[in-house]
């Protein structure tokens, strides 16, 4: 089954699923904000690529948050911090059984 991770008024958020929608792909949608995002799932990502890029320091979440917590990350804070604020991953993520794309590429999603 493929899921896709993001929150709703997320631009990037919006062009994955109108791409997964005109090709037909069937998947379940996960909303960050509604849904959150819990231990072992962002483990799960983390497994499968760097925590570097699943966080998403562009974000109004990351440029609301203390200088303290921005401070000298490391896996370790990294992955508290996206489990204290979900909506810090980079979206959308799309997970198959077999890949994970991070942030919306139109030729990786045509290629499911």
Known sequence: MITLYGIKTCDSCRKARRALDAQGTAYRY????????????????LARSDWKTLLNTRSTTWRGLDEADKRDLDAGS??????????????????????????FQAEAYRAL
């Open 78 to 103: 990294a992955r508290a911090l996206l489990l204290a604020h979900p909506t810090l991953l980079k979206r959308p993520v799309l997970e198959t059984p077999d890949r994970l794309l991070v942030g």
């Open 30 to 45: 996960h909303d960050l904000r509604e849904d959150g995002l819990d231990a072992e799932r962002l483990d799960a990502f």
